[in-house]
């Protein structure tokens, strides 16, 4: 689990190193029962929720509440802009927080080199029009004004030009923010369908947002594959294990893919692709779902 400063988004571990930097001890000397020990003193919580912190993994997103409440309490600052209101956040959406910011990042940085190109574009054309002053000037009566207004227009029609380069680009992101609401609000109607229609199946964020784009087509398909794990998993076509990770592989549609976990009797959608995107779908399985 992570925390993320709700005033500008930066994320850090709910390492150990965390709490013992924010009690402001020393590291404690010793095994599992040592640190059990200092922590249970130190923070005042519960023995399970130490237990949780120093074990790390789902067991401490039980306690979220609890523990980010306590962060709060020790005033404990945002290292980046030094605000102290914490949010917990899964592994998993953090790692989709941290590419949406490095994306909105990476658009940020283009759309000041336009900006300035576009300052630069217009200083130019200023600069033509100071010469164009001057050069008139410079002429006698028999110049023609003809060719001074032909000029001018030449001018006039450059600098519109940049006006609806830069309206362009505040439509373009105005459009663009409103297509990721969009998609939020469908994934979050797709999260409520599938969860009252599919108890047995978990469906995760990453898969949810390939599903809202997939066709008609496609979504009948996948949804087939859905209700036969629901029903009569032992009937589901689940192909060989991705090597290196937990995973297996299901296949949907022409050329679709759904890669499944299971615990228990529950089965959980990991990600969901197609052959296009399976050599990354596939990298990253290998990453987060490692066989141990």
Not at 97 to 103: A, C, G, M, Q, R
Not at 173 to 179: T, W
Not at 234 to 257: L, M, P
Request: with cysteine; glycine share 6%; aromatic share 8%.
């Amino acid at each position: 689990m992570k925390i993320r400063c709700e005033e500008c988004g930066y994320l850090e571990e709910t390492t150990v190193s965390l709490f013992v930097k924010i009690i402001g001890g020393a590291m404690p000397v010793g095994g599992y029962w040592a640190w059990t020990a200092y922590l249970f003193a130190g923070t005042g919580f519960a023995l399970p929720i130490v237990v949780a912190i120093i074990t790390g993994g789902v067991g401490i997103l039980i306690f979220k509440e609890e523990i980010v409440q306590w962060i709060i309490s020790k005033g404990y600052k945002c290292p980046k802009c030094g605000a102290g209101k914490w949010g917990a956040v899964s592994d998993e959406v953090a790692e989709e927080l941290s590419k949406k910011e490095s994306h909105i990042s990476d658009l940020e940085v283009e759309n000041l080199r336009f900006k300035q190109e576009a300052s630069k574009l217009r200083d130019e054309l200023n600069k033509k029009d100071v010469d164009l002053t001057s050069f008139i000037n410079k002429q006698n009566s028999s110049f023609s004004m003809e060719d001074i207004e032909e000029l001018i227009t030449q001018l006039e029609e450059k600098d519109s030009k940049i006006e609806e380069l830069l309206k362009d680009n505040d439509d373009w992101k105005a459009q663009k923010d409103a297509f990721l609401a969009a998609q939020e609000k469908a994934i979050s109607l797709f999260r409520k369908r599938f969860k009252s229609m599919y108890s047995s199946l978990e469906i995760t964020d990453k898969a949810l947002r390939t599903i809202v784009r997939l066709n008609d087509e496609a979504q009948i398909k996948l949804e087939q594959q859905f209700m036969l794990l629901q029903l009569s998993p032992q009937r589901a076509s689940f192909r060989d294990n991705i090597h290196g990770a937990d995973v297996k592989e299901i296949g949907f549609g022409t050329s679709g893919r759904l890669y499944i976990r299971k615990k228990g009797n529950i089965f959980t959608v990991v990600v969901v692709g197609d052959k296009n995107s399976q050599d990354l779908d596939i990298k990253y399985l290998k990453q987060a779902h490692k066989n141990h």
